[in-house]
């Protein structure tokens, strides 16, 4: 009931196209759902978040969709570029804890 | 406002030595997590800390790990008689409240020899 399920686990995207990111649960207890970037040698630098009584969050390029019914919340990265190749981790908070996906390595080719 | 730092960034160890790894949070921050990343894998907690109290180790594993954030100074975790199975990346991350987003630290790197 911890688990949050993380996919795909890599996803290449040609420079200028949509990057697409999809997580689930199962805790209704979750109150917070951010999404992380980390780049090969550094630690996780937060993007974006959002909390269940929002249903879209959108940050310059990047978009949280949250369906609080099915229990599943998504990224979406626009215009996708090269220097957004990283792997993205989304995550779901319970009692201050962040609990992690396993993170989905994106590759963008120009 | 310099944000967390963890040090050292590269610790080696031989196998049966004690590592200590240390973390400062940002200013403000009262509320300190560390996470293990082993290579290809994602974030695991490890444990929750507010100065001087313990809220939540139910990711540490029971033996020879510990973790302290003392009243001044910065948060420990401490390794006993490392194993390979030790090596990893380990993550501090701070936050001011526990309703708030985290920041983390660049990590200490654990290879143990």
């Known amino acids: 009931q911890q688990q949050v399920k993380q996919s795909p686990q890599s996803l290449i995207v040609q420079k200028g196209g949509i990057s697409i990111i999809n997580c689930a649960y199962e805790?209704?207890?979750?109150?917070?759902f951010p999404w992380y970037q980390q780049f090969p040698g550094k630690g996780p630098a937060l993007l974006i978040a959002?909390?269940?009584?929002?249903s879209e969050k959108k940050e310059g390029r990047f978009t949280i969709s949250f369906n609080k019914s099915a229990k599943q919340f998504s990224l979406h990265i626009m215009d996708s570029q090269p220097g957004d190749s990283a792997t993205y981790f989304c995550?779901?908070?319970?009692?201050?804890?962040?609990?992690f996906g396993q993170g989905t390595e994106l590759s963008v080719k120009p | 406002n310099a944000g967390v730092m963890q040090n050292p960034r590269h610790l080696v160890r031989r196998r049966g030595q004690e590592a200590r790894l240390r973390c400062s949070p940002m200013?403000?921050?009262?509320?300190v997590y560390w996470y293990r990343q082993l290579p290809e894998e994602g974030l695991k907690f490890m444990v929750y800390?507010?100065?001087?109290?313990?809220?939540?180790e139910s990711g540490m594993p029971k033996e020879r790990f510990s973790a302290e954030f003392p009243k001044e100074g910065p948060s420990i975790l401490r390794i006993q008689q490392v194993v390979r199975g030790d090596s990893a990346a380990y993550f501090c991350?701070?936050?001011?409240?526990?309703?708030?987003?985290?920041?983390f630290g660049s990590g200490t790197r654990l290879t143990v020899v």
């Open positions: 991350a701070s936050s001011p409240t526990a309703f708030e987003g985290y920041t």
């Open positions: 959002i909390r269940p009584d929002v």
């Open positions: 995550a779901a908070r319970d009692r201050g804890k962040l609990i």
């Open positions: 805790n209704t207890a979750f109150d917070y």
């Open positions: 200013k403000g921050h009262s509320h």
């Open positions: 800390l507010q100065k001087e109290n313990i809220i939540d």
